[in-house]
């Protein structure tokens, strides 16, 4: 088994603004890019499919999700839609949150905070959190200039 840090892959590396030709992985894979014609599967609900729709117009500029990354993105976008239905009803229903007859949390907080979870592990994994942001190293491209651009382009 390896020891140390996970390689970084190609393009994190040229978001980051850190790749070096003679570092390059030239074995790496290349997938084609998620665009935001991608239409959201068929069974999500409404908060599922507008987070689908937002998150792949946001990603498509920075060109990070990939064909391969689909069903992980689907298991986040369904989630956070699962999360958001389950709190609309307990919001709406207050009574619903306790189980009557076992005490406890009830089935649908159950099921809230099991896909509230699963969200929470998707997020980090394609960087929704200003933590996980700077871990991928993603570039805000509004904030750069054309001084730096063209110093990045010197140093390559």
Known sequence: ????????PTA???????????RENKNEPEFNSLCITTQPPEYFNTYSANIWTYLLKEYEKQKIIETVDIYAFEIL?????????????????????????????SSTA?????????????MSR???TPSDRSRVGLINKKDEDDESNKM???CV
């Open 110 to 122: 159950q099921m809230m905070n099991k896909a509230f979870s699963m969200c929470e592990k998707m």
């Open 152 to 154: 990045r382009e010197l």
């Open 12 to 22: 994190q590396k040229k978001a980051q603004g850190t790749l070096q030709k003679h």
């Open 126 to 128: 394609f960087g929704l």
């Open 77 to 105: 976008c369904f989630n956070f839609g699962l999360w958001k239905d389950c709190a609309k009803k307990l919001s709406e229903n207050p009574v619903l949150l306790e189980n009557e007859s076992h005490g406890g949390l």
């Open 1 to 8: 088994m390896a020891v140390g840090r996970p390689p970084k």
